[in-house]
């Protein structure tokens, strides 16, 4: 998606260990327009999919996933990361290792919010080494969900999580596939 990747080349910078930071538009200050035509593309690639439902994590996964769940007009549901106080004990609970955080995190979701007769678009911000994406995958198996596939924001490509995905037979769809960061730039995919 050539906004994106024009957006990321103006706004993002590369930190030490292959971190993107692009928090100026998608995950710390958000730009609804972006966003919105994100949702539109992830609703044209998923259109025919039959998709009952966007699953995703929070928080960053939040806006682009709700962008695409009104275009698909379906409901959004988010993983949360920490159990409140008001959910009950019917939860699926999954562990998410981040590696950007080097922390290993729980995420759940209520049980009465995905059934065996839900069809699930997994969007997530950024899949890197896909351990959001394993841990929403897990959820989906445990609630006997069908995954119509799954896409990223951005997918850092030289670090196996998009293999994973693909390895396990999903359709996988990334609107902005970086190749590398060579030299403190981002270099992405299918480019000299």
Known sequence: MKLLEDRIRKDGQ???GDVLKINSFLNHQVDPQLM????????????????????????????????????????????RKKK???LNDAVYWAD????????????CVEEKFLSKDDTLLILDDFVAHGEAVKGMVNIAE?????????GA??????????????????????????D?????????????
């Open 14 to 16: 590369v930190l030490p």
């Open 36 to 79: 919105m035509e994100v949702g539109k593309e992830f609703a044209r690639l998923f259109k025919d999919g039959g998709v009952t439902k966007v699953l995703t994590c929070e928080a960053s996964g939040i806006a682009p996933s709700i962008m695409a769940a009104y275009q698909l007009n379906v409901p959004m549901v988010f993983a």
């Open 84 to 86: 409140p106080s008001t």
């Open 96 to 107: 998410v290792f981040s590696y950007t955080k080097k922390v290993e995190n729980k995420i």
């Open 142 to 150: 445990q609630a006997g969900c069908s995954v119509a596939g799954i």
């Open 153 to 178: 924001v951005v997918a850092k490509t030289f670090q196996g999580g998009s293999d994973w995905i693909k390895d396990h037979g999903y359709r996988f769809e990334a609107l902005a596939n970086i």
């Open 180 to 192: 590398s960061f060579k030299d403190g730039q981002v270099h992405f995919l299918g480019e000299d």
